[in-house]
């Protein structure tokens, strides 16, 4: 089965940037999406399609993918974005939707 | 607009049935290439999939739980219900329902979840 890699962790200051990768093999030629969760809440989608934003999210939020690793991006970290990251794809072999392990960002 | 919303049992005893059922509005499932997924997230650990179902009626399960699971859907009453059978202590979790549209779409809605507990 198909498997995405994040990191466990992420620490930034406010103002920083935050990246974010999620590796799989060639995860380049698959859609990306990412989802924020927050605390008690149900994830939201804050990038699809590796670089697509959905409305009402903040231009801050931007996304790559290419080769075995697809990254979102955070610039101008705010304390409010402090949460747990996934990405997940659909594996279109096992017709599987698959979410990596997710990385949790800690602003300083 | 567009909302999701999971019912079912809060408690449940190891072997039994679990039964959750997602009520949707602001969509039909009979729209086309719309479907419907069932996730989990035991406390402090990380989104897994389980089950999804799409508006032709296919259906597709993970591998790993394939077996216990089975995924309906009735549009007329806008439900999608998902049984897990078996219930173990292990499948303690926070369960989602989220609607996603065209097979590599993303998941662009969410209900709530809804608590389980299995316990003896």
């Known amino acids: 089965s198909y498997v995405l890699t994040q990191a466990p962790s992420v620490s930034v200051a406010p103002g920083q940037t935050a990246s974010f990768t999620c590796g799989g093999n060639?995860?380049?030629?698959?859609?990306v999406h990412w989802y924020q969760q927050k605390p008690g809440q149900a994830p939201v989608l804050v990038v699809h399609d590796d670089t697509d934003r959905p409305s009402g999210i903040p231009e801050r939020f931007s996304g790559s993918n290419s080769g075995n690793t697809a990254t979102l991006t955070i610039s101008r970290v705010e304390a409010g974005d402090e949460a747990d990251y996934y990405c997940?794809?659909?594996?279109?072999?096992?017709?599987?939707?698959?979410f990596g392990g997710g990385t949790k960002l800690t602003v300083l | 607009q567009v909302t999701l919303r999971e019912s079912g049992p809060v408690l449940m005893k190891p072997t039994e049935t679990l039964t959750l059922t997602c009520t949707v509005s602001?969509?039909?499932?009979?729209?086309?290439?719309?479907?419907v997924s069932w996730i989990r997230q035991p406390p402090g650990k990380a989104l897994e999939w389980l089950a999804h179902?799409?508006?032709?009626?296919?259906?597709s399960y993970s591998t790993s739980l394939k077996s216990r699971l089975t995924i309906s859907k009735d549009t007329s009453q806008s439900q999608v219900v998902l049984t897990m059978t078996n219930m173990d202590p292990v499948d303690t979790a926070t369960y989602y329902c989220?609607?996603?549209?065209?097979?590599?779409?993303?998941?662009?809605?969410w209900g709530q979840g809804t608590p389980v507990t299995v316990s003896s």
């Open positions: 989220a609607r996603i549209w065209d097979t590599s779409g993303p998941f662009d809605y």
């Open positions: 179902i799409f508006s032709n009626d296919e259906k």
């Open positions: 602001g969509f039909s499932l009979s729209n086309a290439r719309m479907g």
């Open positions: 060639n995860i380049g030629s698959k859609s």
């Open positions: 997940q794809v659909w594996d279109s072999s096992s017709d599987h939707r698959v």
